[in-house]
C-alpha cells in the first residue's frame, strides 16, 4: 500500500484538527476588523451621526454587515437616554432576546422595535409651504462652506449668502466673497440697526452674522437663497422666517468628523477639542431640521441640496 504524502496528511490533519495558523490569523483579523466596524457604527448613533432608524436599515437591508451582527441590547444601549435597566425593560416589552442580533429579528420584532423608535424618536419631517429661503447647518467641520461654495459654483440660479464675521480671515478667504470682515464696533452698530437677520457668538470667540437687506431683495425677486449659517444663527432664522427649509449637513461618521477636523488644520489643540464637544452638542439638534444630508461626497451633498430648492 502506498503511503500517504505529506499533502494528504495535512489535508487530513486540518479535516480533523485545528485549521493552520494562518486560517485563524485571518480569522482573528477579521473578528477584530468586524468588533470595531461594530463600534464605530455605536458611537455614530450615540454622538447622533447617524439616527437609530438609520442603522436599522443598514442592518436589514445588508444580512451579512456590521450593522445586522449587532447584537439587540449593544444597539439600544448606544442610543442616548437610554441604559442598562431601560434597556431591559424594552427587550422585555418587545419581546425580543437579549442574545438576538438586528439581522436575525423576525418580521414582527422588527415592526415593533422601529415603531418603539419613531414614536420616541422620530426622524425629521418636512414641513408644508416651505418658503425660497435654504438654511444648511451642521456641526463643525462638517463641510457646510465647501458644499456651500459648489452650490454656488454650479448652481448660479441659487444666491448664497454672504455673512458679517468679527473673526479675521483665514488663508485664502476673500472679503465680500466668503465673508465681510468686521470689527466689534461695526458688528454692534450691525445688530443695533436691525440689518442682521441672525446673529451669534461661535465657539464663544467670534460673532457671525446675516445681512437682512439681500436676503429679502432676491427673495421678492423669486430666487432662492442659501444660507450657510451655525445652529444658533439656524433657529434664529426659524423664528423670524418659520417657513424657512431648514437642511441638517452630517458627516459620514463621527470618526470622519474628527479627521476632517484635525486635517484642517487650522486651530489649536485646544480649539480642537472645545470644537469637538461643541459638535456633540449641535448633532443632537438634528431633529429640529427639515431634511439630513449626509456629506460623504462633495459634489453628491451639493446636489442633494440643491434639489431641495426644487422640491
Known amino acids: 500500500m502506498t503511503e500517504p504524502t505529506g499533502d494528504v496528511e495535512s489535508a487530513g490533519g486540518r479535516r480533523g484538527g485545528t485549521p493552520p495558523d494562518v486560517d485563524r490569523a485571518a480569522a482573528s483579523r477579521l473578528a477584530i476588523a468586524a468588533r470595531r466596524e461594530r463600534a464605530a457604527l455605536k458611537r455614530d448613533v450615540t454622538t447622533r451621526v447617524i439616527t437609530p432608524q438609520e442603522l436599522l436599515r ?38 425580543i432576546s437579549p442574545v438576538k442580533r438586528l439581522g436575525g429579528l423576525g418580521i414582527r ?65 476673500e472679503e465680500g466673497r466668503h465673508y465681510f470682515f468686521v470689527d466689534d464696533a461695526e458688528f454692534d452698530r450691525m445688530v443695533g440697526a436691525g440689518e442682521l437677520l441672525e446673529h451669534a457668538t461661535v465657539h464663544n470667540r467670534y460673532r ?28 434664529q432664522v426659524r423664528q423670524s422666517m418659520p417657513d424657512a427649509m431648514l437642511v441638517f449637513l452630517l458627516p459620514p461618521s463621527w470618526d470622519e468628523l474628527i ?24 448633532l443632537a439638534a438634528q431633529r429640529e431640521f427639515d431634511y439630513l444630508v449626509v ?17
Open 58 to 95: 443598514r442592518a436589514w437591508a445588508s444580512p451579512d454587515s456590521a450593522a445586522a451582527a449587532m447584537r439587540v441590547p449593544d444597539f439600544l444601549t448606544c442610543i442616548p437616554a437610554i441604559g442598562e435597566g431601560k434597556r431591559d425593560k424594552i427587550l422585555a416589552q418587545l419581546g
Open 109 to 173: 420584532q422588527r415592526k415593533d422595535l422601529r415603531a418603539f423608535l419613531d414614536e420616541r424618536l422620530p426622524e425629521p419631517r418636512p414641513r408644508p409651504g416651505r418658503s425660497r429661503l435654504i438654511v444648511l447647518a451642521g456641526p463643525t467641520a462638517v463641510g457646510k462652506g465647501t458644499v456651500a461654495a459648489h452650490i454656488a459654483e454650479h448652481h448660479p440660479e441659487i444666491l448664497l449668502s454672504v455673512s458679517a464675521t468679527t473673526r479675521p480671515p483665514r488663508p485664502g478667504e
Open 208 to 235: 457671525y452674522g446675516t445681512p437682512r437687506e439681500p436676503i429679502e431683495r432676491a427673495l421678492n425677486e423669486g430666487r432662492t437663497v442659501l444660507l450657510e449659517i451655525d445652529l444658533q444663527g439656524a433657529r
Open 259 to 282: 479627521n476632517r477636523l484635525v486635517g484642517r488644520g487650522t486651530e489649536i489643540a485646544e480649539e480642537r477639542a472645545h470644537r469637538l464637544k461643541t459638535a456633540k452638542g449641535e
Open 295 to 311: 456629506n460623504e461626497d462633495v459634489a453628491a451633498a451639493a446636489e442633494e441640496v440643491a434639489a431641495l430648492a426644487r422640491t
